[in-house]
T-cell receptor
């Protein structure tokens, strides 16, 4: 049973475009939603994260939008650059305890930003 | 070197052989994790550990064994490697604020 569904699988945009990656979750006990960025040949690295008490969080050009009632969250990359080309994973966790801090990952989105 | 390291970075082995992947972290984080990454499946949790001598199964534990005799080390052993275990393996540790830090990965090919 996949608890976090991520779409699209791949995405190609032009430099300056605004790619949007969407995730939906099923478990209402999840209370922490991080996004990880992974470059080829590297391990994933935390990019930005949100808790369900806020509807939006911005860090630089990256924004998470969160819709608790719809159990959906999304990543927007403003003014995308070729250096943003990477695989992006959404994840969810019941961080308040009882889950042993096990992240549940989406299957990833391969983003390509063309010059 | 500070951080989380994995060795070897690349490994080719044959079906039926035992393989051990090493993971070392310098932060003294309590929680450590092993994931495998495969196309179409994303990252799947194999095993995790809450502290030294405390380990538990994740989503895909079959064919794998872990141990954690010291806080800083969390080796993953494939007891009898199979072709289906060809994958990229990532070790991670979790800090007190909830961030998981991943190692650089080990690419394993089982022939």
């Amino acid at each position: 049973q996949q608890q976090v569904k991520q779409s699209p699988q791949s995405l190609i945009v032009q430099k300056g475009g605004i790619p949007i990656i969407n995730c939906a979750y099923e478990n209402t006990a999840f209370d922490y939603f991080p996004w990880y960025q992974q470059f080829p040949g590297k391990g994933p690295a935390l990019l930005i994260a949100i808790r369900p008490d806020v509807s939006e969080k911005k860090e630089g050009r990256f924004t998470i939008s969160f819709n608790k009632s719809a159990k959906q969250f999304s990543l927007h990359i403003m003014d995308s650059q070729p250096g943003d080309s990477a695989t992006y994973f959404c994840a969810a966790i019941r961080d308040s305890g009882g889950s042993n801090y096990k992240l549940t990952f989406g299957k990833g989105t391969l983003l390509t930003v063309n010059p | 070197d500070a951080g989380i390291t994995q060795s070897p970075r690349y490994k080719i082995t044959e079906t039926g052989r035992q393989v051990t992947l090493m993971c070392h972290q310098t932060w003294s984080h309590s929680y450590m994790f092993w994931y495998r990454q495969d196309l179409g499946h994303g990252l799947r949790l194999i095993y995790y550990s809450a502290a030294a001598d405390i380990t538990d199964k994740g989503e895909v534990p079959d064919g794998y064994v872990v141990s954690r005799s010291k806080t800083e080390n969390f080796p993953l052993t494939l007891e009898s490697a199979t072709r289906s275990q060809t994958s990229v393996y990532f070790c991670a540790s979790r800090d007190a604020l909830g961030t998981q830090y991943f190692g650089p990965g080990t690419r394993l090919l089982v022939l």
